[in-house]
């Protein structure tokens, strides 16, 4: 008999503004306190002592997937910045949803890519799961934006939703976004105009997802 663990999720949702456009009714919103978020699952007990042939196969491909963002994160120049064969999924996944609505699609965002995957990789390194980094600095998603772009727009709004399950998987990974009512809200946003998706794969298959949302007028 094969036994097949079945997959932890949880995931988090948070939206943030800066300043004020001018043709905007909008008012100034200030970032409301983040609530605590509870550290991932530990990953499903596999009774042979290894990985299973899933988990095995996903931690391979996030290995690679890791080296090579990892690559490309390094570089000062931002524009080299390609997504992943994940990230991508998950870009078009969404473009999908906001067609079937008549929302405008959002591109892909280099910076928004880089602040995600960086934070993904924070979480699975510092063994938390949340929208607040215990790194001084960049401990909120519009402190992690502002501090990888190095200029102060006139105005700013940041999404950013967060995933974590024991296994990889986009398609889990939307399906459980799309299914969550604040995930949802950031993922169907008319006034967003960019994302970046940022994931994660540790040795022991572990996947984490980062989605970095903005709209910017410099």
């Known amino acids: 008999m094969i036994w097949t663990p079945l997959p932890v999720a949880a995931s988090l949702s948070t939206l943030l503004f800066w300043g004020v456009p001018s043709d905007s009714a909008l008012p100034a919103v200030q970032p409301a306190p983040l609530a605590a978020a509870p550290a991932p699952a530990p990953a499903p007990f596999v009774p042979d002592g290894g990985l299973s042939a899933d988990a095995a196969a996903a931690a391979n ?3 690679a997937a890791n080296a090579a963002a990892g690559a490309i994160s390094s570089t000062a120049n931002v524009a ?48 938390y799961f949340g929208h607040e980094s ?16 190095g200029r102060q727009p006139q105005y700013l709004v940041v999404g950013e939703n967060l995933f974590y399950c024991s296994m990889a998987g986009v398609e889990r990974g939307h399906r459980s976004l799309m299914a969550s009512e604040g995930h949802r809200r950031n993922l169907l946003d008319p006034r967003y105009e960019a994302v970046g998706v940022g994931t994660y794969t540790n040795a022991q298959g572990e996947y984490w997802v980062t989605q970095v949302f903005v709209k910017r007028r410099d």
Do not use: I, K
């Not at 992943?84 to 969404?94: A, G, N, Y």
């Not at 473009?95 to 609505?101: C, K, S």
């Open 134 to 149: 215990p790194t001084a600095g960049r401990r909120t998603p519009m402190q992690r934006y502002l501090a990888a772009s």
């Open 80 to 127: 080299l910045v390609r997504a992943t064969s994940d990230e991508q999924e998950f870009l078009t996944l969404v473009n999908q949803e906001r067609a079937a609505r008549g929302l405008s699609p959002l591109r892909f965002d280099p910076l928004c890519t880089q602040v995600a995957r960086r934070h993904s990789r924070d979480m699975a390194d510092r063994n």
């Open 61 to 63: 491909a996030g290995a």
